[in-house]
């Protein structure tokens, strides 16, 4: 088959996997478009298309060919992409998408071929909407290099690892000032610089690092340079509150230096390989219905796949009802909560926020219930958690994972600290899936795997506990400690009773 056909059902082959996906294709799209972290993943594409096009003389010397070893591609990632739907994985979904797109290049062009366009079938991996849980990371690494250099200039700092105090102002490190845009930006034309300049892989990885290096470095001289205007000004300067701005001309300056860096490091003729024909084109043309077979066959798997992901996730009739645990002598309901405080739990099926009070100890719960989870309407995902971020004016600490004891054993929890006006927390937080409390994010994805693939649905809920907080924190806990020791049975037995497929035992109270 010749190349324009190869390419012309390569194209059909991919559309076929891109409807196929509708959901997952939204959902890249959807980042892509409200994240400004991600707007370059517009542009990947078009640029792997564009190499792609500088290596056509080299292309010539070869043959698609159908390759077995991209349909094996298709089919493994189609199984991931089953998996990672299940559990709501959203990434997960969108690398098997890729994937796929790469197994029916693979698949339709042959070994050969993909072999010397491998780097851009690689750069279409930047498609993927990935980072943000580098987060913590980046902001603990800026804050820490712009204290090194304030430190250096003798000016009083202080950095708890989200908020950075001077004298006379206080700057919270968000995710908005991780830098994560500039390093998804400088690395994605980076690669793009280092495919057109060097040839050998060990000085593109080498100018790939150099890149993610100095966006990292420019993101905490960036902090440092507004922390150090807002002092000098007692925060008056218009760049306390509109820096962006900032951040891109720091960049630009950076990317002109690198690239200038670059320049003189490149190597003659990137382009040009050996134009000689290696054997492969001189082998006989594989027939035209070899071809279809490939893209039949990648185009099959993908639609399976998506067909058993429906089977799996047929929704549970019936509206959700959660009623709490049960009523308790000791524990008494308060009538109107002490604090004005919420969890943050957005497409919950059902939520349940009680206060309680004993001999002048006073406990909060709030329970979020979650069934047929869908983006949007999931357990865990990036809108979820501890503060409304549209509420300004609240602090918080980092996580401390801790195991709480229990008469049934242990319960993991994750504790927090929240300060906000006139109010100090301290939180405790726990997920039941499964028919079991677990504590990290990752344990609740593959509790939820194994729930429905062994046909029990994806009922799932966060449990909060929480309580005033004074100077001893560990007092705050101790009465978490109590309450829990007292009223996790009757919880569980709540959370099993509003599933409807607990033990026999179960029931409301």
Not at 21 to 39: K, L, Y
Not at 67 to 94: C, D, I, M, N, R
Not at 322 to 349: I, M, T
């Amino acid at each position: 088959m010749p190349w324009r056909s190869a390419l012309i059902l390569l194209g059909i082959t991919i559309l076929a996997l891109v409807l196929l996906h509708p959901q997952t294709v939204r959902s890249m799209a959807r980042v892509w478009t409200d994240n400004e972290s991600f707007s370059h993943c517009w542009f990947v594409l078009p640029l792997a298309a564009y190499m792609v096009w500088t290596r056509r003389d080299v292309l010539r010397t070869v043959a698609p060919r159908p390759s077995v070893w991209g349909v094996l591609l298709a089919l493994v990632s189609g199984a991931l992409w089953f998996l990672s739907h299940l559990a709501q994985l959203g990434t997960g979904e969108q690398v098997s998408l890729v994937g796929m797109i790469l197994g029916s290049a693979w698949a339709l062009l042959g070994t050969d071929v993909c072999r010397r366009i491998a780097y851009p079938l690689a750069f279409l991996a930047l498609m993927v909407p990935f980072g943000e849980g580098l987060f913590p990371i980046l902001i603990t690494v800026a804050g820490r290099l712009a204290v090194a250099v304030l430190d250096g200039t003798g000016m009083p700092v202080t950095f708890d690892g989200r908020f950075l105090r001077v004298p006379g102002g206080e700057w919270a490190i968000t995710e908005a000032c991780s830098g994560l845009r500039y390093l998804l930006a400088i690395l994605t034309v980076g690669a793009v610089f280092a495919y057109v300049n060097f040839r050998r892989p060990v000085k593109r990885a080498l100018f790939l690092a150099f890149c993610v290096a100095s966006a990292i470095l420019m993101n905490g001289v960036r902090v440092w340079i507004l922390v150090m205007i807002g002092a000098l000004t007692d925060m008056k300067s218009p760049l306390v509150h509109e820096h962006e701005w900032l951040g891109w001309v720091l960049f630009a300056i950076m990317l002109v230096v690198i690239f200038q860096i670059g320049r003189r490091a490149a190597d003659p003729d990137p382009a040009a390989d050996s134009a000689e024909p290696d054997g492969a084109a001189a082998r006989p043309a594989a027939p035209a219905t070899a071809f279809w077979a490939a893209a039949l066959a990648v185009i099959v798997l993908g639609g399976t796949w998506t067909a058993v992901a429906r089977a799996f996730n047929r929704p549970i009739a019936g509206e959700v009802r959660y009623a709490g645990p049960a009523a308790d002598a000791s524990w008494q309901e308060l009538a109107v909560p002490p604090w004005d405080w919420k969890p943050f739990y957005v497409g919950a099926a059902a939520e349940f926020s009680r206060s309680y009070e004993r001999d002048g100890e006073i406990v909060g719960l709030y329970v979020a219930y979650y069934r047929d989870q869908k983006p949007g309407a999931e357990l865990v995902q990036s809108a979820n958690g501890f503060l409304d971020p549209e509420i300004k004016g609240w602090k918080r600490s980092a996580l401390v994972q801790r195991m709480v004891p229990a008469a049934d054993g242990p319960v993991p929890t994750a504790q927090i600290d929240l300060d906000g006006p006139g109010t100090h927390l301290r939180v405790w937080r726990t997920y039941w899936i499964g028919g079991r409390f677990v504590g990290a994010e990752s344990e609740v994805k593959l509790e939820q795997l194994r729930s429905k693939l062994l046909g029990k649905g994806d009922d799932g809920a966060v449990v909060i506990l929480y309580t005033g907080r004074g100077e001893l924190g560990e007092e705050a806990a101790n009465r978490l400690s109590r309450f829990l020791a007292d009223r996790l049975g009757p919880l569980e037995r709540s959370l099993w009773y509003t599933s409807g497929r607990g033990p026999a035992n179960a029931s409301a109270g």
